[in-house]
């Protein structure tokens, strides 16, 4: 069983459509990450949720937003795409106090 | 801030080659250190770790040892293979706060039969 799972593993779509992205993991744990990965490969966090609430919000437009239903998903909303939208990201998982982070195997979104 | 600096990709080697990757960070106190790997298609996943100077993680004949004096956590394997293909993250984290990692920019390595 795959431990963090997320879908879609591709999206295309065109600028200015709103799409979700969502993330489950099975392990039990309560902290839960989105992670943004360019061309280059250069990997930032996001987002961070603890047990549903939000602690890390880096700088990321206001069209991008997380929602967490319950401690096991972490599900992320982006409004009105953007050619700079277009990315790889990785949803991620931890224990509050671990250091080792779950990734999901990540989505190709693809803004034309 | 928390940085991590890799050695820039990408590496291209023959099978049986010696790697090394390197990586230095700036933290204050004392962070836990992180090598995690990116196979084609797939998400990063850890392939060792060190929490304290002079430990050193190994895994998979991966080898890295935690250097305060130098603030370096090179990445070596004595002898690589094609299976090795992949991109390599160092990392670091501050325990104060909690899981979040920084990430360095990634170095591309291909072995090449």
């Known amino acids: 069983d795959t431990a963090v799972s997320q879908t879609p593993k591709y999206l295309v779509t065109q600028m200015g459509n709103d799409k979700s992205i969502k993330c489950e993991q099975n392990?039990?744990?309560?902290?839960m990450y989105w992670y943004k990965q360019d061309s280059k490969k250069f990997l930032k966090i996001m987002f961070s949720?603890?047990?549903?609430?939000?602690?890390i919000n880096e700088t990321v437009p206001n069209r991008f937003s997380p929602k967490s239903p319950d401690k096991a998903h972490l599900n992320l909303h982006i409004n009105s795409l953007e050619l700079g939208d277009s990315a790889v990201y990785f949803c991620a998982s931890s224990r509050p106090t671990g250091s080792r982070l779950f990734f999901g195997s990540g989505t190709q979104l693809s803004v034309l | 801030g928390n940085s991590v600096t890799q050695m820039e990709g990408p590496v291209t080697l023959s099978e049986e080659a010696f790697l090394t990757i390197n990586c230095t960070y700036t933290a204050t106190g004392y962070p836990s250190l992180f090598w995690y790997v990116q196979y084609p298609g797939e998400g990063l996943q850890l392939l060792l770790k060190?929490?304290?100077?002079?430990d050193k993680g190994s895994n998979k004949g991966f080898e890295a040892t935690y250097r305060k004096e130098t603030t370096s956590f090179h990445l070596e394997k004595g002898s690589v293979q094609v299976s090795d293909s992949a991109v390599y993250f160092c990392a670091l984290s501050k325990e104060t706060s909690g899981s979040r990692l920084t990430f360095g920019e990634g170095t591309q390595l291909t072995v090449n039969p």
């Open positions: 949720y603890n047990n549903k609430e939000l602690i």
């Open positions: 060190a929490t304290k100077a002079d």
């Open positions: 392990l039990g744990h309560d902290t």
